[in-house]
């Protein structure tokens, strides 16, 4: 996968989105690892042409009215308002559902909601990564709902559905990381051959998502790096996934392992993802005893599970292992919020020291998201995003100041 972000005027990247041949109008967003390389490609230049656009003052409004619905069944600060501005962005209005003060709380089925809180709403975003197994499905059985809504004609439209983290991927994370490399390293052929680690680090907490991880082995894996994914013994991740990373690896010509040391994961590593994550294992009896609203039993693992955490508190990217990288300089990624050592905890992912060499980099990591977003929504609901660009920026209407 070719494609260059950072050295074309915007005209010139819109000529390359109407080459490429994407299937992304009217697909729900789910797993990065069910979309094509033109499809991903289009994400990554259309939300592009739309962060610089914006740099501009050129407004990217395609929407007059409509609603953009946000489902957070878990907490969120990035992803939540990054949807948010997506969809302002492009003149939605968001309207968040909580599930606490709807009927949902008096047993009201998935289908009934579904299609109750669409009657004129274009998009939902849904967060749903607590429950193994069930993130994921849940967003396919909301989709299966809206196609009945639609087709029976309650709904003038069908919303399309994008995934802001399930038990399985974090689309939206993973191609705002990669929108984050393409400004780094200038180009995708740029980033052929290099070495990204993708590695476990310790955390006073038990119980965090495995999708961030799977999400970027599955997504970086396409683009031609040597992919290292380590962890202690026994923090493995949903194994077919891996299995996917592995073959995306040795199709786009680069390179898969696992490994169990973090010393010897981060030598001559070109980027660097310490990221803390639960045990596939833990996370499928973490979702039995949640699913039996078992309060002592998640006490027990919890325990366990950190006493067992404990055992790996040397897995902290810090200035030491900072050094074991290529020209001890990698480039430090994360989603946020890291646990940081004397920060937001005594002990944690990242030392202090290190997290401040890549602090605001990070940040400008995550101000990828929104654009990500509303490249998703645009080309759900147009099948020429690249004449739709062409329009906004021939009518050229300020974003800010007299039209």
């Known amino acids: 996968m070719t494609m260059d972000i950072n050295h074309r005027q915007p005209e010139e990247k819109i000529e390359g989105i109407r080459k490429l041949r994407p299937s992304l109008f009217g697909k729900d967003f789910l797993l990065t690892w069910e979309k094509s390389d033109d499809d991903l490609r289009t994400i990554l230049e259309v939300a592009s042409v739309l962060k610089e656009m914006r740099a501009a003052n050129i407004s990217p409004r395609i929407f007059d009215s409509g609603l953009?619905?946000?489902?957070?069944?878990?907490?969120?600060?990035?992803?939540?308002?990054?949807?948010?501005s997506?969809?302002?962005l492009l003149g939605l209005a968001v309207q968040d559902l909580?599930?606490?003060?709807?009927?949902?709380?008096?047993?009201?089925?998935?289908?009934?909601?579904?299609n109750m809180i669409s009657f004129l709403s274009d998009f939902i975003g849904i967060r749903d990564d607590i429950f193994l197994g069930e993130g994921n499905k849940y967003m396919r059985e909301v989709g299966e709902a809206l196609d009945e809504g639609f087709e029976k004609g309650v709904l003038p439209v069908r919303p399309g559905i994008i995934n802001l983290q399930c038990d399985m991927d974090h689309p939206t994370q993973s191609m705002a990381d990669m929108m984050h490399l393409l400004s780094v390293f200038g180009s995708a052929e740029n980033l052929r051959g290099k070495k990204l680690v993708m590695s476990w680090a310790y955390s006073p907490s038990y119980g965090k998502p495995l999708s961030v991880p799977q999400g970027i082995i599955a997504l970086m894996s396409r683009f031609g790096m040597n992919i290292e994914l380590a962890y202690p013994?026994?923090?493995?991740?949903?194994?077919?996934?891996?299995?996917?990373a592995g073959r995306n690896a040795q199709a786009s010509g680069g390179s898969f392992r696992v490994s169990h040391s973090m010393e010897e994961a981060m030598r001559?590593?070109?980027?660097v993802y310490p990221k803390s994550w639960a045990p596939f294992h833990i996370m499928q009896e973490r979702t039995e005893l949640l699913q039996k609203a078992d309060r002592a039993g998640l006490k027990d693992l919890e325990q366990k599970c950190l006493a067992n955490n404990a055992k790996f508190r040397d897995w902290e990217f810090d200035e030491e292992k900072l050094k074991l990288t290529r020209n001890g300089s990698a480039l430090y990624m994360h989603c946020l919020p890291a646990d940081i050592s004397g920060v937001s905890c005594e002990r944690g992912e990242v030392s202090a020291s290190a997290f401040e060499r890549y602090r605001i980099e990070t940040y400008r990591e995550?101000?990828?998201?929104?654009?990500?977003?509303?490249?998703?929504?645009?080309?759900?609901?147009?099948?020429?995003?690249?004449?739709?660009?062409?329009?906004?920026?021939?009518?050229?209407r300020r974003r800010v100041g007299t039209h």
């Open 68 to 84: 953009a619905i946000s489902n957070f069944r878990d907490n969120s600060t990035r992803t939540r308002f990054s949807f948010a």
């Open 98 to 114: 909580d599930e606490e003060k709807s009927q949902i709380a008096h047993g009201e089925t998935v289908r009934e909601t579904a």
């Open 366 to 396: 995550a101000g990828f998201k929104p654009y990500v977003i509303a490249a998703m929504m645009l080309t759900n609901r147009f099948e020429n995003p690249g004449e739709v660009l062409a329009g906004l920026m021939q009518r050229n």
């Open 86 to 88: 997506a969809a302002n």
């Open 268 to 271: 001559d590593a070109d980027i």
């Open 233 to 244: 013994e026994g923090y493995s991740l949903i194994p077919e996934i891996v299995e996917t």
